[in-house]
């Protein structure tokens, strides 16, 4: 019995140091990582846009407006304001699809990706194309 009692008292002598090792000291990495202030906080839009022209006779806008919030540079909200594609002259214009790529909620930076087609006719040569627009919100 002695010598068993003495084996439990070495082994939980054993365990103390081991779960003091196990539990990591707590690092410091500043910035958005440790939520300690280190970005923007606030709430505005981004815009990014692709124009094409062939003046006077026809001209194309295709943008991309995404809204968001960020607190200390963490996005906390974010979405697709607007997404349009506005035309004159010989030429029309459609948005597609338009959706996010990367990051968003919970991360510093978010990617987003919008297409359109335009098509047209100039003394009865008909032209078309697709118009893609690619947004980044940096970090900060």
Same mark, same amino acid.
């Given at each position: 019995m002695r010598k068993t009692l003495l084996i439990l $008292?070495?082994? $939980?002598?054993?365990a103390i140091p081991a779960a003091a090792v196990a539990? $990591? *000291? *707590?690092? =410091? &990495?500043g %910035?958005? &990582?440790d939520g300690g202030g280190g970005g923007w /906080? %606030? &709430?505005t839009s981004? #815009?990014?846009s692709? !124009?094409? !022209?062939?003046? *006077?006779? +026809?001209t194309v806008n295709h943008y991309l407006v995404v809204s968001y919030c960020k607190r200390n540079g963490v996005i906390t909200s974010i979405g697709i304001a607007a997404h349009g594609c506005d035309f004159e002259g010989v030429a029309v214009c459609s948005t597609g699809p338009a959706w996010q790529t990367g990051g968003g909620v919970g991360f510093?930076?978010? #990617?987003? /990706?919008?297409? +359109? /087609?335009? =098509?047209?006719?100039?003394?009865?040569v008909p032209f078309a194309g697709t118009s893609v627009v690619n947004l980044t919100i940096t970090p900060g």
């Open positions: $008292a070495a082994l $939980a002598a054993l539990k $990591a *000291p *707590p690092v =410091i &990495c %910035g958005v &990582c /906080t %606030g &709430c981004q #815009t990014a692709h !124009s094409a !022209s062939l003046w *006077p006779l +026809a510093g930076y978010a #990617t987003f /990706t919008g297409h +359109a /087609t335009y =098509i047209g006719g100039l003394g009865g």
